[in-house]
């Protein structure tokens, strides 16, 4: 959406003008029970968790609605410092890729899970846009469990979306590309012949929730935006917007902008994934990572798949169509009841509404408009329901609030504004402060709306909040909605750029929160299940370390007869059986992150020491009155050097390994 700040800068004249305009009555725009109605005592819960992408953080945040507190912030595609996320040597795999291993990537858009095109609040996907991946968090643990690469695509925009019944993850890419097959190093303005543009479809183990790329589409070369599933009426279809349609490989905010309509193109993936069983499409050699975490080893494993079965255009001529929709649409959204889909021109004047109803009747009477790359392409009027009229400027996203409200976002023109699904009309608009991308009500594009809420996901805050520097604090704002007219309640700073965001009633969750891990459960290869268990074992130049922690202290606390050359590895088992006590590890001179390591779980630091002296090491979690007692050495000495292996808490060495029992040379 970065693109869309420049969206002014020479072609759209009229919209220039516009941009610069900035909504009136900050103040006045606040209701007088404002604060009443987002005050949360302390000690009480908030009402809804709000999970809100962290944008080029790669993070996923989540807040407590309706006070805007941030309640975590969840690595899930970036490294994460605050506790070793991408660090630590159980978590490096995590983000491992076919290009290696990516420390950062841009999260945008999430799905929470759905049962009966309800949330059901077992998983959040998530997506990364820059290199393609999709990611799963539990939502028992709050953690990434699984990353799935997706080939044939670049810029994972369009993802991830959910079927109605979890069966399915979608993913469309943005950026049209040569196949992984096919040779990729050819010229850029051979785009038209060579480039696709692909639609993945991650089948979701209903159980696990384990992804498994299931096939992919080589749809034609155009940008593939954002999608929604259908529902209910609606629910084997996918329905995706497509920009580009006239496939410009460059200045694209001009040479993109040529069309007066683009495409909402809708596929029927019931009848795709059939095809698949019934043994179309090919076979299509690439490699793409798949990262799982295993919540007994407390590990993930990353494993590299070789393969993919892509249905082409040819295969799915009953099953995928075209629909004309009004100047790069961004935001293709599915209302709850599964009739409606809104297709959002950046550029439009007007909301197209399509109704689902008409695009079946359409199909069926062949009423088409012609072809785009041998793909049917239904009669605009054909599948309009209607358009709103005059709604704002530069319509990007719609959430809707069961009530048969929609509300889409005008980032132009700074505002939110509620219209009738049914007659069209436009019934309420506020402000927001300034230029809203997204929008989300708790629910709000799923069968079952909570529609109390409504949060706005700004893109500029300007004078908002105390400045801070060049950069200042991306921002959200809460309404109320329950009424007819939307109150503004409050504004909340959040981290990185937010863009979609997903929403759901705090028990749904909180009642399932694993409060630690059972350590009889632990079945990490170097955990350490007792203190007398400790040690420190030599292999070569590489020494393990199986440590201890319990409040306040590490076992061991003291070792000596590291050199330098060495691999030291501290395998540091956090002993406690009980919530919300998780101990640091850190030592000095170490070159990534420091851990934290959760109550009944094992993680490991690897360090290597660059020269002799004398290390301390701590705990960097502040976890009982006695947590600066938590310390201990690690003794180097040079390379070569024969100084005995010895570990010990308490001066106890009983245990002391000599490294000439290890038969090595000195
Ligand atoms: Cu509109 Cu990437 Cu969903 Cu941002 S996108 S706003
Ligand atoms: Cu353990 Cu502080």
Redesign the pocket.
Known sequence: ??S?KLLGLSTVVAITALTGCKPKGTETAVSGDAAQKVYVAPGKYDEFYNFV?G?FNGQVNVYGLPSGRLLKVLPVFSVNPENGYGYSEETKPMLETSHGFIPWDDQ??LSLSQTNAEVDGRWLFANA?NTPRVARIDLKTFKTVEILELPNSAGN?SSPFLTENTEYVVAGTRFAVPMDDENGDVPIDSFKENFKGVLSFIGIDQQTGGMDLSFQIEAPGINF??SHAGKKKSGDWFFFSCYNSEKANTLLEVNASQNDKDFIMAVNWKKAAELVKAGKGRKVVTEYAHNTWDESTHSATSTMKKEVVVLSVEDMKEAMFMIPCPKSP??CDVDPTGEYIIGSGKLAALIPVFSFDKMIKAIADKNFAGEYDGVQVIKYEAALHGEVQKPGLGP??TEFDGQGNAYT?M?VSSEVVKWNIKDLKVLDRQPTFYSV??LMIPGGDSGKPFGKYLVA?N?ITKDRYLPTGPELAQSAQLYDISGDKMKLLLDFPTFG????AQALPGDMISKNQVKFFKIADNKHPYATKGEAESKVVREGNKVHVYMTSIRSHFAPDNIEGIRVGDEVYFHVTNLEQDWDVPHGFAIKGNQNAELLIMPGETCTLKWVPKKPGMYPMYCTDFCSALHQEMQGYVRVSPAGSNTPLIYSLNNKKDNAQSPVKEGETK
């Open positions: 959406m970065k869309l992408s944008g945008h858009h846009n925009h935006d954002l961004h935001g990007l996203h976002s980032f991308g997204h996901y893109k750029e937010p863009h979609y």
